[in-house]
């Protein structure tokens, strides 16, 4: 069946440090993989996308990357900030016909002062 | 633009009740999605639209919940009757096309509580 697979422990890191997020996939071959930003109480906001054919994508000081072969994005928040506390979802399309994306549960990351 | 704008914020009715969640997408947006994310499962997708037509529904988890969208700025989600198990917190969001290249634009979601 098809999964995706975030940490479901909330990850701790302190200020100024780099983030690390991780998001497996199993069963999908994604043409496109997005990350979402969610705030209590909020809806998911979106950060970032990219596509298969493509291993790094920046911005600001997020970084992306997408490993078709190991099925993994890797996501990045370099010199993290307290503000940078919320919860990070990746998003999976399989492309081809329209079915939308698919949510992982997201990981809890809270930057410590 | 406003964003996607859905009401009402928050929902509490009782078992058996009709509910009706509503959404306006960001305006040139063909494509209209209505989640819903819980603890255990995460987010889920229920519906989704295309220049107003229903194209998948296979995420709608019973009979007793049906989706409607009558023009490109307005959707519904209904469930009747509702049960305690549908309690959720649902979304709505739009995009421009299928695959939501510049990303998929949420509302800020339902809070439905069946007691």
């Known amino acids: 069946s098809q999964k995706i697979e975030q940490n479901s422990e909330a990850l701790n890191i302190q200020e100024g440090k780099t983030a690390t997020l991780t998001c497996n996939y199993t069963?999908?071959?994604?043409?496109?993989l997005q990350w979402y930003r969610q705030d209590p109480g909020r809806g998911p906001v979106f950060l970032l996308l990219?596509?298969?054919?493509?291993k790094e994508k920046r911005k600001e000081r997020l970084k992306v990357t997408f490993d078709t072969t190991l099925k993994q994005s890797l996501f990045h928040i370099t010199a993290s900030q307290p503000a940078d506390s919320a919860t990070y979802l990746c998003a999976l399309s399989s492309g081809g016909g329209a079915d939308g994306l698919t949510f992982g549960k997201g990981t809890h990351l809270i930057i410590q002062p | 633009d406003a964003g996607v704008i859905q009401s009402p914020r928050h929902e509490v009715t009782e078992m058996g009740q009709e509910v009706t969640l509503r959404c306006k997408p960001i305006?040139?947006?063909?494509?209209l999605f209505w989640y819903r994310q819980t603890m255990m499962r995460g987010l889920e997708l229920l519906i989704y639209?295309?220049?107003?037509?229903?194209?998948?529904d296979s995420g709608m988890p019973e009979d007793r919940f049906s989706a409607k969208m009558p023009n490109a700025s307005f959707s519904t989600l209904k469930i009747q009757p509702s049960e305690p198990r549908d309690s959720a917190v649902y979304f709505c969001?739009?995009?421009?096309?299928?695959?939501?290249?510049?990303?998929?634009?949420f509302g800020s979601g339902t809070r439905l509580t069946v007691v």
């Open positions: 639209f295309n220049n107003n037509v229903p194209i998948d």
């Open positions: 069963n999908y071959s994604p043409a496109y």
């Open positions: 990219i596509r298969e054919n493509e």
């Open positions: 305006s040139g947006h063909d494509y």
């Open positions: 969001a739009s995009s421009l096309g299928p695959l939501g290249v510049a990303g998929y634009t």
